[in-house]
């Protein structure tokens, strides 16, 4: 497994970003400033993008792995990556997400707690409505993680 951080041509991966964020507009509002990072076991598994916020934190604001590949521990590597690499210059990392119990206690079981909430993020800034599975993403949920 290797993780290589991703300089130009962000946007070649722009089908595995979309599945975590599903407008393109929304991906492009972080996407040049943050940085990309893609891990691959033999081929690419998974992606994220994590941004500066202020001196002391960072937000990882896109995680995706491939359909095919979920629940193989590719995520978990790719956010212990990020750790690792963060806690040299940041003391918190914040993710945001949508209501939806097992993306909830994936963060949690990463090492993320629940912070705060940005009501009706989803219905604010988004085209048209958002849905995990059957259920209606509306309010952020955020979480963060010491480094």
Do not use: W
């Not at 041509?9 to 599903?22: G, I, M, P, Y």
């Not at 912070?115 to 993403?137: A, C, M, W």
């Amino acid at each position: 497994m290797r993780v290589e951080n991703i300089i130009k041509n962000k946007k070649q991966f722009l089908d595995l970003l979309l599945l975590a964020d599903e407008q393109e507009d929304m991906i492009d509002k972080y996407l040049s400033d943050g940085d990309l990072f893609a891990l691959y076991d033999d081929d690419l598994k998974s992606v994220c993008v994590v941004v500066h916020i202020n001196n002391n934190t960072c937000e990882l604001k896109n995680i995706a792995t491939y359909e095919e590949y979920q629940g193989q521990g590719y995520g978990r590597a790719l956010i212990n990556f990020i750790s690792n690499l963060y806690k040299e210059d940041y003391q918190t990392m914040l993710v945001g997400t949508g209501k939806v119990p097992e993306i909830l206690s994936f963060y949690e079981s990463c090492g993320f707690k629940k912070s705060h909430r940005v009501k009706n993020f989803f219905t604010d800034n988004y085209h048209h409505p958002i849905f995990e599975g059957d259920i209606q993403l509306v309010d952020m949920i955020y979480l963060k993680k010491d480094l």
